[in-house]
């Protein structure tokens, strides 16, 4: 059941970090929003599945961050 929660915490931490991670003009500002939420999400997620959550901080961080600077404004349509 452990490993099924995993998952499914990962899964949602992928999908809410490529939809975030396009807040910003530029590619620093969205690199910084994703790493910012990306660490958020990986702290909560890790405290709430046992894990550390400062592993799940710098574990999410770096997701969002990559993931932040890998997306264009043109990626995401926020109803601009």
Not at 44 to 57: I, K, L, R, W
Request: glycine letters at 22%; aromatic letters at 2%; a positive charge.
């Amino acid at each position: 059941m452990k490993k099924f929660n995993l998952a499914l915490l990962t899964a949602v931490m992928m999908i809410s970090a490529l939809l975030l991670s396009a807040c910003g003009d530029t590619q620093g500002q969205r690199a910084l929003s994703g790493g910012g939420i990306g660490a958020g999400v990986g702290a909560v997620g890790a405290a709430v599945t046992g894990g550390s959550p400062v592993a799940g901080a710098l574990i999410g961080g770096g997701v969002g961050a990559v993931t932040g600077a890998a997306t264009s404004k043109k990626d995401i349509n926020l109803g601009n």
